[in-house]
T-cell receptor
Framework: DTGVSQNPRHKITKRGQNVTFRCDPISEHNRLYWYRQTLGQGPEFLTY????????KSRLLSDRFSAERPKGSFSTLEIQRTEQGDSAMYLC??????????FGSGTRLTVV | AQSVTQLGSHVSVSEGALVLLRCNYSSSVPPYLFWYVQYPNQGLQLLLKYTTGATLVKGINGFEAEFKKSETSFHLTKPSAHMSDAAEYFCAVSRANDYKLSFGAGTTVTVRA
């Protein structure tokens, strides 16, 4: 069990560019979650997957955001046409039924 | 809908003193309640959780919390603060052990020598 891995740890991008983040969950966990955390706030739920199915999306997830989990393994979160308001820590977590969450260390996005 | 209110965005305590972090929740279903700790530029680490059963929950690093349904509260305590307890603490609520979490805004703890 190597934990939940997120890459990259930090990303600086220019406004208008597209960015993609990757999350590798704990291998036996069937659920995977994405959260966004802005400075001084608690994490906010974005979306979650059970295996490869995306079961719920927050209203925070605008049309510029898309998440995938092909084959129910790793997941990617893409932000198109980034805006300064997208600057945040993006956290991934995984879980299995009957067990709680394990969070990754996050990807910090800075849009300049 | 579920939500959490953490009273006090900053708490400062002396080393060896009691740590008390307050959390009140709102939930239309029996809640699952969690406390997480976050160190700078790191992810969230679970301190403890309440699912069902005993209302006094013991966690890691000497922390404990008590679920009080009548007060809709889940306050976190530690009898004696250590310098390593300086971090940000988040209370969260969910409707299940592995469903989405609703977090409070967090409480930053500083420990004075």
């Amino acid at each position: 069990d190597t934990g939940v891995s997120q890459n990259p740890r930090h990303k600086i991008t220019k406004r208008g560019q597209n960015v993609t983040f990757r999350c590798d969950p704990i291998s036996e966990h069937n659920r995977l979650y994405w959260y966004r955390q802005t400075l001084g706030q608690g994490p906010e739920f974005l979306t979650y997957f059970q295996n490869e199915a995306q079961l719920e999306k927050s209203r925070l997830l605008s049309d510029r955001f898309s998440a995938e989990r092909p084959k129910g393994s790793f997941s990617t979160l893409e932000i198109q046409r980034t805006e300064q308001g997208d600057s945040a820590m993006y956290l991934c977590a995984s879980s299995s039924s009957g067990n709680g969450y394990t969070f990754g260390s996050g990807t910090r996005l800075t849009v300049v | 809908a579920q939500s959490v209110t953490q009273l006090g965005s900053h708490v400062s305590v002396s080393e060896g003193a009691l740590v008390l972090l307050r959390c009140n929740y709102s939930s239309s279903v029996p809640p699952y309640l969690f406390w997480y700790v976050q160190y700078p530029n790191q992810g969230l680490q679970l301190l403890l959780k309440y699912t069902t059963g005993a209302t006094l929950v013991k966690g890691i690093n000497g922390f404990e919390a008590e679920f009080k349904k009548s007060e809709t509260s889940f306050h976190l305590t530690k009898p004696s603060a250590h310098m390593s307890d300086a971090a940000e603490y988040f209370c969260a609520v969910s409707r299940a052990n592995d469903y989405k979490l609703s977090f409070g805004a967090g409480t930053t703890v500083t420990v004075r020598a």
